[in-house]
């Protein structure tokens, strides 16, 4: 697939504070960058993200995302799929705004966790080379480990979403979730869980960096279907979920780490919150040093203690950023995650992106789940935070 050429401005390479010139996907009609006017309802578009219905526990997979790769020269693109298939029931852009057929984009075999692309498929494909382009090349970031002579793909927009395709599909089997379940956190967050339950009114504020900011959602690229990052989908999933006002207050900045969290922490007080998200990790993890994280972690909750005690804490451990950019080593991930289940107990619960990560790319390249190459989800992957999330404060129906 050739690579559209794209300036950069200067960028830190871990804040990614940056967006990217954007150009059209280079084998796909562009319907371009839309405007305001065009943003949905969220609490229209709620029903169609199905946040309560999560992949650990759901026998139709939701729109999950993709991106078709050739890994051999003169060989099909592939697209994988979390899961075995034993139907699918749409496949489409992730805009929304193209459909692809069966026979004539891709050819599936039931059973089978793959899309294999035809000769003359609409879907977007690249070669596995294509991923790290040389440095210096044009939509790139330095640098590939174990290689500083190449770049990783990347782009800080919309681009990625482009590129994506959305799979709805039937399990093919009842195989249990291999990792982690996220529960009801009833000890955990009982105050949370009683004022929802009263519908009082809860007041949400989030510290933490680009991802819970929103880089990549849809609808903070300005692209189809406009879709809101993760915050905004758990505060208008537990106003529809329970009847309650829930208010939020998302201070997230790209680029932070946890000790802009620790100075920030006054500012996110004033909002007088009942439950606080704090979710750090990809900007820190590149120090290899998860003991100073876990340090300011209990700096901050120390402070929440004193100052609003009966407030809540949801601590959220960050998905797994790409294993082949320097800046996000593989191995540090789930030692920042201990670090941050360590202070699990009353009045503090672990939402686990990382495990869920880890089982997710077992089966799905990095670029599948990702938004701008490196460290931002997809749509799809702000809906897993949401589904991760909403789990800990939202019982499944057979329990309700």
Not at 271 to 288: C, E, F, H, S
Not at 303 to 331: C, Q, Y
Not at 338 to 358: E, H, N, R, Y
Request: with cysteine; charged share 20%; aromatic share 8%.
């Amino acid at each position: 697939m050739r690579i559209v050429s794209t300036a950069f401005g200067a960028c830190l390479f871990l804040s990614l504070a940056c967006h990217a010139t954007r150009a059209a996907p280079p084998n796909v009609k562009s319907a371009g960058e839309s405007t305001d006017a065009e943003r949905p309802s969220l609490a229209k578009m709620l029903p169609s993200l199905r946040l309560l219905e999560p992949i650990w526990s759901s026998d139709i997979i939701h729109r999950e995302s993709l991106i078709c790769v050739s890994d051999q020269e003169g060989r099909p693109a592939v697209g994988k799929l979390l899961f075995p298939a034993s139907k699918l029931l749409a496949v489409h852009s992730a805009d929304g705004l193209r459909t692809f057929a069966t026979g004539e984009d891709f050819e599936f075999t039931p059973g089978a966790r793959e899309l294999t692309l035809t000769p003359k498929s609409a879907i977007p494909q690249f070669a596995s080379a294509d991923l790290f382009p040389p440095k210096g090349a044009p939509r790139s970031i330095p640098s590939k480990t174990g290689d500083p002579s190449r770049s990783v793909l990347f782009d800080n927009g919309h681009w990625f979403h482009d590129q994506q395709i959305e799979v709805t599909y039937q399990r093919a089997d009842k195989a249990a979730w291999p990792g982690r379940i996220p529960t009801l956190a009833a000890k955990e967050l009982s105050k949370t869980l009683a004022r929802l339950r009263d519908k009082k009114k809860i007041t949400l504020a989030v510290s933490g960096d680009s991802i819970s900011e929103g880089y990549n959602a849809s609808g903070f690229s300005k692209a189809s279907p406009w879709m809101p990052p993760y915050p905004d989908l758990v505060a208008e999933q537990l106003r529809q979920a329970y009847g309650a006002d829930v208010q939020l207050h998302n201070r997230a900045v790209g680029g932070w780490s946890v000790g802009k969290g620790v100075e920030d922490l006054d500012a996110l007080l004033a909002t007088q919150p009942d439950l606080i998200m704090i979710a750090y990790g990809m900007n820190d993890v590149g120090g290899r040093n998860p003991e100073v994280f876990r340090d300011a972690i209990g700096k901050m909750l120390e402070k929440i203690r004193t100052v609003r005690p009966n407030a809540e804490v949801i601590l959220v451990a960050t998905m797994i950023g790409n294993s082949d950019w320097v800046h996000t080593p593989r191995d540090m991930f789930e030692p920042y995650r201990d670090a941050l289940a360590s202070f699990v107990g009353p009045g503090v619960a672990l939402a686990d992106m990382t495990d869920l990560w880890a089982h997710l790319l077992k089966h799905k390249r990095v670029i599948d789940v990702n938004g701008n190459g490196v460290n931002h989800p997809s749509d799809f992957g702000h809906r897993l935070y949401a589904q991760v999330i909403l789990a800990l404060l939202v019982a499944p129906p057979e329990s309700k």
